[in-house]
C-alpha cells in the first residue's frame, strides 16, 4: 500500500511540477540566475519531503505547489513593474577584463581567481588574456567575451596562407606566486622567470597579478 502513495504522489508532483514550467516559461540550467537557483533547490526539498510524508495528503501538496507559483509569478511582475527588484535578486553584471587586463577588484567581489577566469574564457574559445577587449562575468557565472580587433582578424585561411603553428598560453604567476608546475611543463626554472620579469622592470613576483607565457608571445604580465 506504501508503494501506492507513494507512486500516486510522486505522479501528482510530477504534473504539477510540469504544469509549473509550462507555466513559468523555459529556460535553459545555463540562464538560471542566483535567485532560480534557489527556488529550485527549496522547490525540490518541498516536494521530496511530501511525497514520502504520509501525513501529507495529494491536496496539500498540489496547494503547496500552486502556491510556490503563485509567489513566484508574482514575484517575476513586481520584477518588471520594479526593475530595480532584478538586481537585488539577481545581482548584476560585472566587468571583469578591460583591454586585456584583470580588473582585481571586479575579481574579488565576484570570488574568482586567476585559473577560474582562465577556464571561463578557454570556454569561450580564448586562451590568452590579450586577445580580450572586454570580459563580463554575467549573473548566471557565465563569461561573455569581447575580442580585440585582432584577435577577430581574419584568418589565414580566409587569405590562402599556410597554417602556422598554434601554442598554448599558461598561467605562471598567479596573485604574487609562481606557480612551479607550469613552469616545469615549458622547461624553464624561477630564475628564468625573474629574469623575464626584471627585464620588463618588475623586481618582484609579489608585485604581478598575473603573468602567462606562450611560445609565440612571450611573456605577458599585469602588475598589481
Known sequence: MDYIYIAVKLITAFAGLWIMTRLLGKKEISQLTPFDFISSLMLSELVGNTIYDREVHYGQLLFALALWMVLSLSLEKMVELFPRLSTTLSGRPDIIIRGGRIDEKAMKRNNLDVHQIGMLLREQEVFSLRDVAYAIFETNG?????????????????????????????????????????????????????????????????????????????????RK
Open 142 to 222: 557565465n563569461l561573455s567575451v569581447l575580442k580585440t580587433s585582432a584577435a577577430e582578424s581574419v584568418t589565414r585561411g580566409d587569405l590562402k596562407l599556410p597554417p602556422e603553428p598554434v601554442y598554448l598560453s599558461r598561467i605562471l604567476i598567479d596573485k604574487g606566486f609562481i606557480e612551479k608546475d607550469e613552469l616545469h611543463e615549458i622547461g624553464r626554472d624561477e630564475g628564468w622567470l625573474i629574469g623575464e620579469l626584471q627585464a620588463q622592470g618588475i623586481n618582484r613576483v609579489a608585485d604581478v597579478l598575473y603573468a602567462e607565457w606562450s611560445e609565440d608571445g612571450g611573456l605577458y604580465v599585469q
